[in-house]
């Protein structure tokens, strides 16, 4: 049932006011083939746990909202576990059920905001492991027909925050349900941020999956922008990818500017240092500024315009090029 004019900021984290001129939801595949008839060929926009978007004004067109919920085994053997989730799952509470469950590979993204549906969408990642770690598969209708497409990993051809999703099927299809490969034997992956120091510190020597979760909780908890506290979308640009040639050169003007290695001719730089670098962190306009501990996210303190935010980062984009001459990309997703 198709609404008119809703106010959906409170399904989105950045707290811009915004209303759809449309709005439904969808809680399974055939309410979804039937909206999807109702509204053919208009402009449509699938809509998670809106924590990866920034709205420049009112949507004109149909904001549909996936509610398609359930967790099923679908295969099982010693060593790991094949599960189903419904693209309408909150994502956290799919790392709640492994960590229940006592099925490790997931532990390191707990409390990503936003639903299972959009984890594919960027490749969610956090902590040294991404979605694509246990992605099994993924169902799909396609909006201009309606059918039902399984995409395996190597259709949705990851990449660090990058999916064909975002690329060349930008737009094409509504994700219903990921499939991810969970382990029985859970290898943890503790080496990266402060895991070890805070698991140390707590006098944890043999962790289990549900140590590794609290603490990474914990670390989040105390270094992110809880949204119901202040607007934010996470991360707001990518770290970039930049020629090793690139990195030696700046390294004479900026001698620590920190590294990542890619590939043999490429390195990663992060985009907090070099916003924070250039003075950014904490700037505050009016509403809306650079949060001040996390210069990757930007936030909305009470009533910004969605459009200012985006000249903001229009205007870090700028300056960063000026300054290093990289070119940041947006990891929020702009809807105009
Ligand atoms: C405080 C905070 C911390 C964050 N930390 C991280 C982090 O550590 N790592 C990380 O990777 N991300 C992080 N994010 C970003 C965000 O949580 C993820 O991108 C998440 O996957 C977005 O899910 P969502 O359901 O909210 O997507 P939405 O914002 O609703 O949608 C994002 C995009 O996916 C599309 N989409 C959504 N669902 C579907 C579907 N079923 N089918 C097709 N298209 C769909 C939308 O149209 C949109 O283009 C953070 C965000 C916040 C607010």
Redesign the pocket.
């Known amino acids: 049932m198709l609404q008119e004019n809703i106010n959906i900021t409170p399904?989105?984290?950045?707290g811009v006011e915004v209303s759809s001129r449309y709005f439904a939801t969808f809680s399974s595949i055939e309410e979804l083939r039937k909206l999807l008839a109702e509204v053919k060929d208009q402009q449509l926009?699938?809509?998670?746990?809106?924590?990866?978007?920034l709205f420049r004004k009112d949507y004109e067109g149909i904001t549909i909202?996936?509610e398609?919920t359930g967790i099923s085994v679908i295969e099982e053997n010693e060593e790991s576990v094949l599960l189903k989730v419904g693209?309408?799952e909150v994502?956290h509470n799919f790392v709640l059920y492994s960590i229940e469950h006592n099925l490790g590979g997931i532990e390191n993204?707990s409390?990503?905001?936003?639903?299972?549906?959009?984890?594919p969408?960027?490749?969610?990642?956090?902590?040294g492991v991404?979605?694509k770690d246990v992605f099994d598969s993924l169902e799909?209708i396609e909006i201009a027909t309606g059918e039902l497409h399984t995409f395996s990993h190597q259709d949705c051809q990851f990449g660090y925050?990058e999916s064909v999703?975002?690329k060349e099927l930008?737009?094409k299809?509504?994700?219903?349900s990921v499939s991810y490969k969970l382990s029985k034997q859970p290898k943890l992956n503790t080496s990266y941020g402060a895991i070890n120091s805070e698991l140390a510190t707590r006098g944890i020597t043999q962790p289990s999956i549900k140590d590794v979760s609290d603490v990474v909780i914990a670390i989040?908890q105390s270094k992110?922008?809880?949204?119901k506290e202040i607007g934010?979308?996470?991360?707001f640009f990518k770290n970039p990818v930049i020629p090793k040639s690139h990195y030696i050169a700046l390294q004479k003007t900026y001698e620590n500017i920190p590294s990542y290695p890619v590939s043999k001719d490429t390195v990663k730089v992060p985009a907090g240092w070099l916003i924070d670098n250039a003075g950014w962190k904490g700037k505050t306009i009016g509403e809306y500024g650079v949060h001040k501990n996390q210069a990757l996210?930007l936030v909305n303190y009470g009533k910004a315009n969605g459009n200012d935010i985006f000249q903001l980062s229009e205007d870090i984009i700028a300056d960063i090029y000026k300054r290093y001459q990289i070119k940041l990309e947006r990891?929020?997703?702009i809807?105009a």
């Open positions: 399904f989105t984290t950045f926009l699938v809509l998670g746990g809106g924590s990866n978007m909202k996936n398609i693209a309408g994502w993204l409390l990503i905001p936003g639903s299972v549906g959009a984890s969408m960027q490749n969610i990642g956090a902590y991404e979605i799909a925050r999703f975002k930008k737009g299809y509504i994700i219903v989040r992110l922008p809880d949204p934010n979308a996470g991360s996210v990891e929020v997703n809807i």
